[in-house]
């Protein structure tokens, strides 16, 4: 049975997450901005459907899917692309897969003892946040 990620999750770091905006094509100003933000994140569990949602005080992203559907995902709020997404358990690992103009982009959610992490690739650069339940 995968691990339930339900909750309220603080951000308590966020490494390499320059180099992630690059390879993603982020322009400088929205990096700048960006680098200075410490998201939390809102985790709704329920059977295969789920919602997270990224909250900052300079944009929100909400995402709703199905485990193992494939949807199109409108990543406006995020760097302005548009992708296929398919978000299914891998083991314990929660893990996206977005098929669109930047190869390799995706991401994975997994917890280890209390703290959730999550892997944000894209253009082969990663990185690693971790977020501590409130």
């Known amino acids: ?3 339930d990620l339900s909750g309220y999750w603080k951000m308590t770091s966020n ?5 992630f905006m ?3 094509d982020i322009n400088i100003a929205i990096r700048k901005i960006a680098r200075l933000l410490r998201p939390d994140k809102e985790i709704i569990q ?7 949602k990224t909250l900052s005080t300079f944009r929100n992203y909400n995402m709703e899917f ?3 559907k494939e949807f199109f995902e409108d990543l ?6 548009k992708c296929m997404t398919t978000i299914n358990w891998e083991g314990d690992k929660l893990v996206c897969v977005q098929k669109g103009e930047i190869e390799g982009r995706g991401w994975t959610h997994w917890m280890e003892g209390d703290q959730l992490y999550l892997e944000l690739r ?5 990185c690693k946040q971790s977020f501590k339940k409130t």
Do not use: C, S
């Open 1 to 3: 049975m995968p691990l």
């Open 15 to 19: 490494e390499n997450f320059e180099e």
């Open 22 to 24: 690059k390879a993603l």
């Open 46 to 52: 329920n059977g295969d459907h789920m919602v997270i």
């Open 66 to 68: 199905d485990l193992g």
């Open 76 to 81: 406006a709020a995020v760097d302005g692309r």
């Open 122 to 126: 894209a253009g082969g650069v990663a």
